[in-house]
């Protein structure tokens, strides 16, 4: 049975669900996150003032034992997963308190002991770092959350293979921050590396991260494009832009628009008429690299387009060989901007996959 927006109810209930498993995830990440990070210094001060010779109090103690305690509470199913409390010897110690009259001698064994849960949270704290990101778009560093299982249960549900993307990191790939994707940081990043100063730039199917970020550059006329869109530049489809002049544009950036169009070729040459002779655009297509020939036909029923196209309102998935032919028959000089060319740091910064490629396309 299906909705009135066509969403299977199983589909939904499986939606509901993994949302909310992956809202309580990141909470847990970050309180987790926050206690380990919170709890180094006081370990630190507590190195000092047992080195120092003095003696610990209960009070002391008991808090500092519940905060572990605390911390490894969260310890169970998360991805952190690490033991603080060496707690054979650490139980055994606690039982002796009482009768040692918390002598020297205890206190170096509890010492020893509270050293070794120093390094434990010391390297949990390291391995979640690796987990966090920042965000090029909005400066954030924090967890990314993982794209909606929505589009991952409708392909399931209508039967389309399995996808091998050339760029989605879909375990890692919003910034909690700005809501940016991958591949809007991927679009950014390339841009940082411009001289945007004087350049007069368009957007089409402008995406609120990169939107966001090219209307904080200073002396760039920025234009943007698309036909269903309210307040944009330009009411226009992509297939026919009459509107706007031949040669009138440095940079255009299209990400995520030919495959929704019925002549992409078309598109693709009025694309190449708009850009000034030394220019280029910044393009990207979802890409499945298992894809060997672009398979097309416009207007088919949603449930095939899904289980064709990946989409309902996709006519096309294209091979990758393809897509770069068709390009290059449109004009355009192709560069694939790649982790070689953004360096292995950045990517793993951005929550970018391996695999993740920009098509510069230059007249």
Request: hydrophobic content about 30%; proline content about 3%.
């Given at each position: 049975?299906?909705?009135?927006?066509?969403?299977?109810?199983?589909?939904?209930?499986?939606?509901?669900?993994?949302?909310?498993?992956?809202?309580?995830?990141?909470?847990?990440?970050?309180?987790?996150?926050?206690?380990?990070?919170?709890?180094?210094?006081?370990?630190?001060?507590?190195?000092?003032?047992?080195?120092?010779?003095?003696?610990?109090?209960?009070?002391?103690?008991?808090?500092?034992?519940?905060?572990?305690?605390?911390i490894n509470a969260y310890l169970e199913g998360c991805v952190f997963q690490k033991e603080f409390l060496p707690k054979e010897k650490y139980q055994k110690l606690i039982s002796?308190?009482?009768?040692?009259?918390?002598?020297?001698?205890?206190?170096?064994?509890?010492?020893?002991?509270?050293?070794?849960?120093?390094?434990?949270?010391?390297?949990?704290?390291?391995?979640?770092?690796?987990?966090?990101?920042?965000?090029?778009?909005?400066?954030?560093?924090?967890?990314?959350?993982?794209?909606?299982?929505?589009?991952?249960?409708?392909?399931?549900?209508?039967?389309?293979?399995?996808?091998?993307?050339?760029?989605?990191?879909?375990?890692?790939?919003?910034?909690?921050?700005?809501?940016?994707?991958?591949?809007?940081?991927?679009?950014?990043?390339?841009?940082?590396?411009?001289?945007?100063?004087?350049?007069?730039?368009?957007?089409?199917?402008?995406?609120?991260?990169?939107?966001?970020?090219?209307?904080?550059?200073?002396?760039?006329?920025?234009?943007?494009?698309?036909?269903?869109?309210?307040?944009?530049?330009?009411?226009?489809?992509?297939?026919?832009?009459?509107?706007?002049?031949?040669?009138?544009?440095?940079?255009?950036?299209?990400?995520?628009?030919?495959?929704?169009?019925?002549?992409?070729?078309?598109?693709?040459?009025?694309?190449?008429?708009?850009?000034?002779?030394?220019?280029?655009?910044?393009?990207?297509?979802?890409?499945?690299?298992?894809?060997?020939?672009?398979?097309?036909?416009?207007?088919?029923?949603?449930?095939?387009?899904?289980?064709?196209?990946?989409?309902?309102?996709?006519?096309?998935?294209?091979?990758?060989?393809?897509?770069?032919?068709?390009?290059?028959?449109?004009?355009?000089?192709?560069?694939?901007?790649?982790?070689?060319?953004?360096?292995?740091?950045?990517?793993e910064m951005n929550s970018l996959s391996e695999t993740s490629v920009l098509y510069k396309v230059k007249r």
């Open positions: 049975m299906e909705d009135r927006n066509g969403i299977p109810k199983e589909v939904q209930e499986k939606v509901q669900k993994t949302n909310q498993e992956v809202i309580t995830s990141y909470e847990l990440k970050n309180k987790y996150y926050q206690l380990v990070t919170g709890m180094l210094p006081v370990m630190d001060k507590i190195m000092v003032y047992f080195t120092s010779g003095g003696i610990l109090s209960e009070d002391i103690l008991e808090n500092l034992l519940k905060k572990v305690e605390e002796q308190s009482q009768e040692t009259g918390n002598s020297q001698e205890w206190q170096r064994q509890i010492l020893e002991v509270f050293k070794e849960m120093r390094e434990n949270i010391a390297l949990t704290k390291m391995k979640a770092e690796k987990q966090r990101h920042i965000c090029c778009c909005c400066n954030r560093q924090d967890f990314f959350l993982p794209l909606t299982k929505y589009y991952d249960f409708m392909q399931e549900y209508y039967g389309a293979n399995p996808w091998n993307y050339e760029t989605q990191n879909s375990g890692d790939m919003v910034c909690p921050g700005c809501g940016s994707f991958d591949r809007e940081r991927l679009i950014v990043l390339a841009l940082q590396k411009e001289d945007l100063r004087q350049k007069k730039i368009l957007q089409i199917a402008p995406s609120p991260a990169v939107d966001r970020y090219l209307k904080t550059q200073e002396n760039a006329g920025y234009d943007t494009c698309d036909l269903y869109m309210e307040g944009v530049s330009y009411q226009a489809d992509i297939q026919n832009m009459d509107m706007v002049e031949t040669e009138s544009y440095h940079i255009w950036i299209c990400s995520h628009v030919l495959e929704h169009v019925q002549d992409d070729r078309q598109a693709m040459q009025e694309l190449y008429r708009i850009t000034k002779k030394g220019g280029y655009g910044l393009v990207l297509v979802p890409l499945d690299l298992n894809q060997k020939e672009t398979d097309e036909e416009w207007g088919r029923p949603v449930e095939e387009c899904w289980r064709r196209f990946g989409q309902d309102d996709h006519t096309r998935k294209y091979a990758k060989h393809d897509f770069v032919k068709r390009l290059e028959d449109s004009g355009f000089e192709v560069e694939e901007l790649n982790m070689d060319f953004f360096g292995k740091e950045i990517f």
